[in-house]
């Protein structure tokens, strides 16, 4: 009696394996996948419903493709709009991994770029290999700085993090206009909010210049692979990383088993800030040359649903904001070819988040392409 | 055994006391240092003094104006802010550390407007009747979380539901005139609380993402339009606004009567909804059973009640009463709609929830608080005080992080708040 339970359970056992294997993959690809169909459908739906005729939405399409991966330009493209969404989305999913919701990697990197703008301009003099780098790491530290003010606030006193970081956004818009019109960061001669312009050996050499001189493609994109494989093996090789997600997973078991719940929370803070503010300095050392007002152009608040679609996995995190580059730029290209408004990009975008933070969802729709198993409302709602 | 777990529990009580007290202590500390900065950066010189009107000339009972001598009133408040810091910081503040917190706060919010207004005069009764109309969307939108968050739905997406509500009111106000855009507005605020309330009930998505993806979305959406449509096409976003309806007799009491009963109907619907939400949760049957399920939803399951559709129900009316905010963006204030134009209200109503302990009548106190901070900063600008505006303009923000973090330490909110429910 006895041998034959446990032979069933045995059994369960294997097969509940087989079968997660099975609704992993159905996570990780197919249910991205259908997303992205959808939510590009129900773009289309909405430039329907705004009195867009069905060729301008072809033509949209199209130009959405092209301008993505249709030329080398396109492609280039693509990779400089990803890595600042790449670098601020790592930073958002390794606080995702430590049970963070931080909404501030607009602040964050806003203020990391004003950092690599300030401090590339105070040190012209300084030799490339130097000051470049250097340019690199104020804008880190200045973004982990703002971001562990969340941290300490929640890890002190519990302030929920959520709306202490949305603040921290608000503020920093503020205190951006005051320090671009303040006279040492002001660039001489304009009475707008401006920067002084970053001197050439603290920028981001161009990396494709030598084929057509436009081609933006930066070295940021080093910084940024660097940026996965560290994220990659701080979070699932480290020590500190294991803190985090034993916190993330389970604040209580984590604290039980001694490990210092504030000082996660701050670190955890910390790191996603220096992420965002390393996005920003990348930005401006690589793209924009200078600071204004609202540069970030809401890449911090795109990273939020880059680390959400990349799972809060470094690799997926890295696809994510390929994809959202290329989303991004087929979209000024579908600006200019069609007259399709860009933020239409910013619908299809939360969409996309829509359906992949609800597969269950995804599969009411799509009932087809996924295997009917018994414990069809799961997912870890348990 | 017995002893270990005596001491256990003793160590864990005098663990609680002495966070307790360093809490205390942080707040005297921090009290005493806003004594100095009162003594040492608002002090006034010279025998200065602020003027602050109580009415206008064209009132029926005219006030005369109220003159502070701006450096002896300073003085006094300094010392009784270093007073009570002291007391805290010393006694570890057994008692009454929030009280005297938000008394210290008022105290130099009331010495900083004397700072700034000597020499000069400055208009009390605008200045409160600007804070009632600011309060507005934000106590909306904290009314709209204290729906949410007691059957235990977070609501990120308020913010989102403003905006929808603005946006809607700007283009069917333009089309069907003030009212068909308010109802419209609820409408549209009502249908994304649904929508909340089926990817966070029925679809067990986490809340918070939802709510971002719902704010990602509105924003998306009404900067879409309003770019791709109203651009062009310009009579779609011209809608009328709504004017103050002056309330006979009770309009002409001195101070308060401009600012509770000259105003137009959005302050007058939000004052009417707080009153009626406050009875319902906490008076009528079925507002009992709502809490039930923000408390423990499957104690409330077993006694019959359906938490679901309790869920559902009560998501959709928040988002209706977020809606009925938004509106104010547009048929209550400019008439027209521009992107992003609710510029965080709804986190700040958010906060102000939080402020408010999960109580309408809380949230409604706190967001005119901040109504207080935003209509302050406006007024501070014609004074030209030192102070560069960007820095006035972040004033309403610090001191949400302030309260946030410091005032709400005691504050719960419903046990099963954030959490999905799975019916067995």
């Known amino acids: ?382 | 055994m017995t002893v270990a777990t005596t001491n256990t529990a003793t160590a864990s009580g005098q663990k609680l006391d002495v966070g307790k007290q360093r809490r205390a202590r942080i707040t005297g500390a921090v009290m005493i240092g806003l004594a100095l900065l009162v003594l040492l950066v608002l002090g006034v010189d010279g025998g200065e003094q602020a003027t602050f009107r109580l009415s206008r000339p064209t009132d029926t009972w005219v006030l005369p104006d109220l003159v502070v001598p701006a450096g002896p009133f300073n003085y006094v408040a300094a010392t009784v802010l270093a007073f009570l810091g002291a007391r805290q910081f010393l006694q570890g503040g057994v008692r009454w550390t929030s009280l005297s917190l938000g008394f210290g706060l008022a105290i130099l919010v009331m010495a900083f407007l004397v700072w700034a207004t000597a020499g000069k005069a400055f208009s009390l009764t605008g200045m409160l009747q600007a804070t009632m109309v600011r309060a507005v969307p934000i106590a909306l939108g904290g009314l709209a979380g204290v729906l949410c968050e007691r059957v235990a739905v977070v609501n990120i997406a308020i913010e989102g539901m403003l905006l929808a509500g603005a946006f809607t009111g700007a283009l069917m106000g333009s089309l069907l005139g003030g009212w068909g855009g308010l109802v419209a507005a609820v409408a549209v605020g009502g249908a994304f609380g649904f929508f909340l309330a089926a990817l966070v009930v029925t679809f067990r998505m986490d809340q918070i993402i939802a709510g971002v993806v719902i704010n990602l979305f509105v924003l998306g959406l009404t900067s879409y339009v309003s770019s791709q449509v109203f651009a062009d096409l310009r009579h779609l976003n011209n809608a009328p606004v709504f004017r103050a309806w002056k309330i006979p007799v009770l309009s002409d009491i001195p101070v308060i009567g401009p600012m509770l009963f000259y105003q137009n109907i959005f302050v007058y619907g939000a004052l009417i909804l707080v009153a009626i939400a406050t009875y319902y949760l906490f008076h009528t049957r079925s507002g009992l059973r709502a809490r039930a399920v923000g408390e423990h939803p499957r104690a409330a399951d077993t006694l019959g009640v359906n938490v679901y559709r309790t869920r559902y129900i009560h998501v959709t009316l928040g988002g209706m009463v977020a809606g009925f905010g938004g509106a104010w963006f547009t048929l209550g204030s400019v008439g027209r709609f521009d992107e992003n134009m609710t510029g965080g209200r709804g986190f700040i109503g958010l906060a102000a929830m939080i402020f408010g302990r999960w109580h309408p009548v809380g949230a409604l106190a706190a967001a005119l608080v901040f109504g207080f901070a935003d209509s302050l900063q406006q007024k501070l600008a014609l004074l030209r005080t030192p102070i560069p505006s960007e820095f006035l303009a972040m004033s309403p923000y610090i001191a949400t992080i302030i309260v946030v973090a410091g005032l709400v330490g005691k504050a719960r909110p419903p046990a099963a708040d954030g959490k999905p429910y799975v019916k067995e």
Not at chain 1, 93 to 107: C, K, P, S, T, V
Not at chain 1, 284 to 307: E, K, N, Q, T, Y
Not at chain 1, 324 to 339: K, N
């Open chain 1, 1 to 382: 009696m006895s041998e034959k339970t446990d032979i069933n359970a045995e059994m369960n056992r294997l097969l509940a394996r087989a079968t997660r294997d099975r609704s992993d993959i159905e996570d990780l690809v197919v249910v991205p996948v259908f997303a992205v169909i959808v939510a590009l459908i129900l773009g289309a739906a909405t430039m329907l419903a705004t009195g867009v005729d069905l060729a301008t939405i072809g033509k949209s399409f199209v130009a959405l493709f092209v301008g993505s991966v249709g030329s080398l330009n396109a492609i280039s493209e693509t990779l400089t709009a990803a890595i600042p969404l790449v670098l601020a989305g790592l930073g958002l999913a390794l606080g995702f991994r430590a049970g963070l919701f931080n909404i501030g990697a607009e602040g964050q990197l806003l203020l990391g770029g004003v950092a690599a703008v300030v401090f590339g301009f105070s040190f012209p003099d300084l030799p490339f290999v130097v000051l470049m780098p250097l340019c690199l790491l104020a804008g880190a530290l200045t973004g982990a700085f703002y971001a562990s003010i969340a941290g300490a606030l929640k890890a002190a006193t519990g302030a929920h993090e959520v709306i202490s970081t949305i603040m921290l956004n608000l503020i920093s818009y503020r205190l951006l206009d005051y320090l671009l019109r303040s006279p040492w960061i002001q660039k001489e001669g304009r009475s707008d909010p401006i920067s002084k312009s970053v001197p050439d050996n603290a920028q981001l050499p161009r990396l494709l210049d030598w084929i057509e001189p436009n081609l933006r493609l930066h070295a940021g994109i080093f910084v940024m692979l660097i940026a996965v494989f560290v994220v990659y093996w701080i979070l699932f090789r480290s020590k500190i990383g294991f803190a985090f997600r034993a916190s993330g997973e389970n604040p209580d078991a984590a604290r039980y088993a001694g490990m210092h719940s504030g000082l996660i929370i701050v670190a955890a803070m910390a790191s996603a800030g220096a992420l965002a503010g390393l996005a920003g300095a990348a930005q401006v050392l690589g793209v924009l040359d200078r600071a204004s007002p609202g540069f970030s152009a809401g890449i911090g608040f795109d990273a939020i649903a880059v680390a959400l679609l990349g799972r809060s996995h470094p690799l997926g995190v890295l696809f994510a904001g390929v994809l959202f580059g290329g989303l991004e730029a087929g979209g000024r290209q579908m600006q200019v070819d069609a007259g399709v408004s860009i933020d239409i990009i910013g619908i299809i975008q939360a969409l996309i988040i829509v359906f992949i933070a609800a597969p269950l969802l995804v599969r009411a729709i799509f009932p087809w392409g996924f295997r009917r198993t018994g414990d069809n409302h799961g997912g870890k709602g348990k």
